[in-house]
């Protein structure tokens, strides 16, 4: 009855997108890994470059990492130039992933029947797969692409999907090809043996008129060099595999698919068949090098390794074998063959020619998006301009009106005294163009000599070589405060109607400075500008100097100022997550249980209290919240529950696929009362601000894992001000959710 009444306070736009959501996936399982009983892994082997993996339920990418463990529903995604290889633990399947390549775990579970399914989703991109002999029947390997599913048995292939073509092709084993319900017209299946390739177009037909021999040329130049070295490298594993596949067919163990073009029916013609495919793998390696796809004494060191390996013949490098396409097709559709290869290639060509113009069409094109970005961002930054010119007037004409009135006075005297220096530095400046000559080469005397002798007077001056002049306040405009518990100050600088840079650092011989344009706080006669206190707290001594248009600097102005602590010995403004469960403890929850979770604050100090708070808290798939079902008054808690208000709401993001709890608490007035509740009080220990009361489900057949992280936290105390310079938590707190009965 608990839970019923639990439930009921869920808003029903709420359940429903809960309900889609857990729809959606309990689908994508039970299609992909029926009567699955447990879960199996993979681990990642080897990483190049930049790849990502979202694990499932999850919505935040993690860098892949050697021996990081992956399992079903995760996500994984490479960028250009990057390559990751995969390996099933039980199985030893290994699969090499190419750049800008996306991919989905779907299934990887042992079923009751003891299959063991490994299934991937591949949306663009290429893999080359190493499968070993399948043992059990009912054990399974499949790569979907968007047009087709492909299984595989104890094969070495490769699989590419771009542009809407899929290009597959088997070195051995065989691969077969299954169209897809939304396959835009294709129909049956077709079976890929050793030496074949389909290349699947956008157009409709049976797949077995795709199949067709390999395109040597065209499938290493469409590679990625990862793919190449881990065909390379498997050299004597595809040849025993094509000679126990050319025994097996010889002794009727096997049949081939008529359909696939291929005639195996003499003994002749299949020796020649096996010591065909010998020569396509040492043309590869040939053409490898030609294209230098690697570098040549890599190539060479793989080709003297598998060398070593066998028992048959070696592969010279320098004296290949040409491989021929032809050897083992049915002469009926020889032709035919050979014209659909020609007609493939010649596509697959034209689709790789579109690509890269609209690459330099992209490139092109995001040129001119930078220059409007750039634009856009001058535009902006000029806005931010005036409105941070316009926040800081209205500041500092609040402050001004808390002075005090011998404040006030000594306040406007120090404007009237930058005013008369600025129009005495007017006046020095127009005499100084005064006295520049106006012949480039001789200068003008001040006068004329007389009869007798008399001297001329002075001779023009070169350029202006005075400095500028200003002043240097911390923390207010006349006097500056000597303490603060804010790890960032507010400089108050002056300067002469010459000066135009002002540069700042905290220490005198100004390494790490940062300089600006000097430009007053409209109204006002000193500029004001934030400056952070990076070095922890202690006393820091601030410096500034000032540089007019022709270079000329000013002397060092300093001012200091103590970083206390707010709390003595601990750190300030801390916001985290906790929960009733321990670390190992939120790995293994299971299902029907139910999971606290707090946010608790630690060290606002005096001056950092507040009146109202507003949290975001992300959560994925296994973990519900209830409207409602939450604590945030009593012992322990910060806010009292007789004068303050709170809800707690959910929005669910289908794009990042996670839920985002947004909880809300204020104080507030009553009506009648004449003193309202005041901001919270400091804190100085671990306090909580909310507990949710989560509930754990799992009714899919594997795992479900997910991770909790703060979104966003916003603080605002009574008279409106945000509380800023929050230390909070951005580690994420991660969950495992075992599966249980519905309930």
């Known amino acids: 009855m608990e839970r019923m009444g639990r439930m009921k306070k869920r808003s029903f736009v709420s359940m429903a997108l809960c309900l889609t959501l857990l729809f959606s996936v309990l689908s994508n399982v039970w299609t992909g890994a029926a009567f699955a009983k447990e879960s199996r892994a993979a681990i990642v082997v080897s990483v190049e470059g930049t790849v990502m993996v979202t694990k499932a339920g999850g919505s935040t990418e993690y860098r892949a990492f050697e021996d990081m463990s992956l399992s079903q529903g995760d996500h994984i995604r490479t960028e250009a130039g990057s390559n990751v290889v995969l390996q099933v633990v039980d199985q030893e399947d290994e699969v090499t992933i190419g750049e800008n390549t996306e991919l989905y775990i779907s299934s990887l579970v042992e079923a009751d029947d003891g299959g063991k399914k490994s299934k991937l989703k591949m949306w663009a991109g290429s893999l080359w797969f190493k499968v070993k002999k399948l043992v059990n029947a009912d054990d399974e390997f499949e790569v979907e692409t968007p047009t087709a599913v492909m299984g595989v048995r104890g094969s070495n292939g490769y699989i590419e999907t771009k542009l809407g073509q899929i290009y597959a092709l088997m070195t051995s084993g065989v691969l077969e090809t299954t169209p897809t319900t939304d396959n835009g017209g294709h129909s049956d299946s077709a079976n890929v043996y050793p030496g074949q390739q389909i290349n699947l177009l956008d157009e409709s037909g049976e797949f077995s008129e795709y199949v067709t021999p390999i395109d040597i040329k ?361 929960t009733n469960k321990t670390a190992d403890e939120l790995l293994h929850l299971n299902h029907g249980e139910s999971l606290d979770l707090n946010v608790e604050l630690d060290k606002f100090a005096e001056n950092d209290r507040f009146y109202a708070a507003e949290v975001h808290i992300a959560i994925n798939e296994g973990l519900f919240a209830n409207p409602g079902d939450y604590t945030d008054h009593g012992p322990g808690y910060l806010f009292d529950g007789n004068v303050s208000e709170s809800v707690l709401g959910e929005q669910f993001d289908p794009v990042a696929h996670e839920a985002v709890l947004k909880y809300v608490i204020t104080n507030f007035k009553e009506s009648g009362t004449a003193v309202g509740p005041d901001n919270v009080p400091a804190i100085s220990t671990p306090s909580k601000l909310v507990t949710l009361h989560l509930d754990v489900h799992n009714t899919m057949e594997g795992v479900t894992e997910g991770a909790i992280t703060i979104k966003n936290v916003i603080l605002v105390n009574k008279n409106g001000d945000r509380i800023v310079n929050l230390n909070t938590s951005t580690t994420p707190l991660l969950y495992k959710v075992y599966p249980g009965e519905p309930r």
């Open 218 to 578: 065209g499938f290493v130049g469409s590679a990625p060099p990862s793919v190449i070295q881990q065909l390379l490298t498997t050299i004597q594993i595809i040849r025993e595999e094509n000679e126990q596949f050319v025994q097996d067919v010889g002794d009727g163990a096997k049949k081939v698919d008529p359909k696939s073009g291929l005639k195996l029916d003499s003994s002749d013609e299949l020796q020649k068949f096996g010591a065909n495919l010998t020569n396509l793998i040492a043309n590869i390696a040939k053409e490898a090098l030609d294209a230098k796809k690697l570098p040549a004494n890599d190539v060479q060191q793989l080709i003297e390794k598998a060398n070593q390996a066998t028992q048959g013949d070696k592969i010279d490098l320098n004296n290949v074998k040409p491989y021929d396409p032809s050897v083992g097709l049915d002469p009926s559709v020889q032709q035919a063959k050979r014209e659909q290869m020609e007609r493939l290639k010649n596509e697959r060509e034209r689709q790789q020619e579109n690509e890269k113009r609209q690459q330099q069409e992209r490139l092109r094109q995001n040129a001119a998006l930078q220059q409007q970005l750039e634009a856009e961002r001058k535009r902006l930054e000029e806005a931010n301009k005036k409105a941070k010119e316009e926040q800081e007037k209205k500041a500092n004409e609040q402050y001004i009106q808390q002075l005090t009135a011998a404040e006030r006075l000594r306040f406007e005297q120090d404007q009237r005294n930058a005013e008369e220096q600025k129009k005495r530095q007017e006046a020095k400046q127009q005499q100084n163009q005064g006295n520049t000559p106006t012949n480039n080469n001789t200068p003008t005397g001040g006068g004329t000599g007389g009869d007798d002798g008399g001297t001329g007077g002075d001779g023009g001056s070169g350029g202006d070589t005075t400095p500028p002049t200003g002043t240097l306040r911390i923390n207010h405009p006349t006097d500056s405060q000597t303490e603060t518990t804010h790890d960032y100050v507010t400089l108050y600088v002056t300067g002469s109607s010459d000066t135009s840079k002002v540069t700042i650092a905290d220490n005198q011989s100004f390494t790490g400075a940062i300089t600006r344009d000097f430009v007053k706080t409209s109204g006002y006669d000193f500029m004001m500008i934030t400056y952070p206190l990076t070095k922890g707290y202690g006393d820091y001594t601030i410096f500034v100097k000032l540089r007019d248009a022709a270079g000329n600097e000013s002397p060092i102005y300093s001012s200091s100022i103590k970083y206390k602590e707010g709390t003595v010995g601990l750190p300030q403004r801390t916001v985290k997550l906790t």
